[in-house]
């Protein structure tokens, strides 16, 4: 069976193990400069590298566990205990667990009983990961109240989905509340990471796929799909047309929908209606510590980031040459004023921003720092999205996808490119039931 997989970051390289494994040929076409995708790194100091955009394990992670050992990684995995704290009203409260929710300041003793009552729901209560037309703020202003969701809510789905906010399901919540739940013990929350960065798993992956006779091109998108009698039977690039018995498109919906139009206008259209968050990563490697915990949500008005995530409260310094690596994120669309802005005005907008976020100028203890910005970073996933993701096997004949909709109603992971990758590829009719399947909710739909 020769396959086409279009599009080399983790779903790309996932799949193309999986069906090497088995025996496919196998050609993966990338159109940058190198694989990785959304796992890319660079270099943050000598022999050092990190990613564009934060990435992390979940202890409950059967599937990438399972890649990680086939691959000889295991001993690499590195799993640490994670701290969050709530920017709220000009403080850094910390919020690991029952103890902090109940003593946050920013709300009522009532609104704090509310709000625990509400997560506990969404976590643990059966159905409500299934409830697709409830919109989530609309459901937490009746479980949680105004209090505890003007607070808390409200801030937090604003940074992640910007005015499309109110129209996010309970059903999104649910699961991204359950997908970290499954990762504590007790209050203590535990979050994995690979050893010299996740740069060494898709090295590895590559070199396996290669091994396994799988062929690589970097610097090759496809331009257009070649179509016999209404079925796929191959791919156009620059250079030349691949013959394939199936095509595999992992890119995101919206490249698809451009590369089908002309085969099936309809199917074009459905992929279209998929709306797109691009994330925005300000990168900066420090003197010294500036948050004194791992992952800082921002519900504070008036600030370009939402979260302020520093790796090195995850991964030490030593790991990175004694730099303090830091993240600062947000997630917008491509027309808004701050994905149009120069990097060199946003980084000083954010470093006025931390000074008062932190109290100080973060300017003396600056090493360095970087800019990236990935336009199809998360779906817009609406009221009633399982309508909306594709299937793996695509109304026409020969192609198939492995898109982030299909993780739905859970959120991107490198686990979950690994679950619907192998969603893919069963649908291709390639055996994956070695693969173990562990509790996340993604690759329910489509």
Same mark, same amino acid.
């Given at each position: ?219 090759? &998108? /496809?331009?257009? =799909?070649? +179509?016999? !009698? ?8 620059? *250079?030349? $047309? ?49 948050? &004194? /915990?791992?992952? =800082?949500? +921002?519900? !504070? ?8 995530? *520093?790796? $090195? ?134």
């Amino acid at each position: 069976m020769d396959v086409v997989v279009i599009g080399a970051g983790a779903t790309g390289l996932a799949a193309g193990y999986l069906l090497s494994r088995k025996g496919a040929d196998v050609t993966i076409l990338e159109a940058s400069s190198r694989p990785g995708g959304l796992l890319s790194t660079f270099e943050v100091g000598k022999e050092h590298r990190l990613e564009y955009f934060y990435h992390h394990f979940f202890t409950h992670d059967a599937e990438i566990h399972w890649l990680l050992d086939e691959l000889g990684l295991s001993d690499r995995t590195i799993y640490r205990p994670a701290t969050m704290g709530v920017f709220r009203d000009a403080t850094i409260h910390p919020f690991n667990g029952p103890t902090d929710v109940l003593s946050f300041p920013a709300m009522s003793v009532w609104a704090r009983l509310r709000f625990g009552l509400s997560a506990s729901m969404l976590t643990y209560l059966p159905g409500v990961e299934d409830d697709e037309q409830t919109p989530a703020l609309e459901w937490f202003r009746r479980w949680a109240g105004e209090e505890a969701t003007e607070a808390i809510w409200e801030p937090m789905m604003d940074v992640k989905f910007g005015d499309a906010a109110d129209r996010i399901p309970v059903a999104w919540m649910a699961g991204r509340l359950r997908q970290r739940a499954r990762s504590r013990e007790g209050t203590e929350e535990k979050l994995g990471y690979l050893e010299g960065s996740l740069q060494v798993l898709v090295n590895r992956l590559v070199a396996v796929i290669q091994e396994e006779g799988a062929d690589l091109q970097c610097d090759t &998108p /496809v331009e257009q =799909l070649a +179509v016999e !009698d209404g079925r796929v039977t191959g791919v156009v690039t620059s *250079e030349e $047309t691949m013959n394939a018995d199936a095509v595999l498109s992992t890119v995101p919906t919206p490249i698809l929908a451009r590369l089908v139009e002309e085969t099936d206008a309809e199917y074009a259209s459905s992929l279209r209606q998929i709306e797109y968050m691009g994330a925005i990563c300000t990168i900066l490697s420090l003197k010294e510590s500036l948050s &004194p /915990v791992y992952w =800082l949500n +921002v519900a !504070d008005s008036g600030f370009s980031f939402g979260g302020v995530i *520093e790796q $090195t409260r995850l991964i030490p310094p030593d790991e990175y040459g004694g730099r303090h690596l830091v993240y600062l994120s947000r997630y917008v669309h491509s027309d808004h004023a701050l994905w149009k802005k120069r990097k060199d005005h946003l980084i000083e907008q954010q470093m006025n921003e931390l000074k008062r976020l932190f109290g100080r100028d973060v300017g003396p203890i600056l090493n360095d720092h970087w800019l990236f910005r990935g336009r199809f970073a998360a779906p817009i996933t609406g009221l009633g999205f399982s309508q909306l993701v594709p299937s793996y096997d695509s109304p026409v004949p020969g192609l198939f996808t492995a898109c982030m909709p299909q993780v739905y109603p859970d959120e991107r992971s490198t686990n979950n490119s690994i679950r619907i990758a192998a969603g893919a590829v069963d649908a291709m009719g390639v055996d994956t039931s070695f693969l173990p399947q562990g509790p996340s909710l993604a690759g329910r739909h489509g």
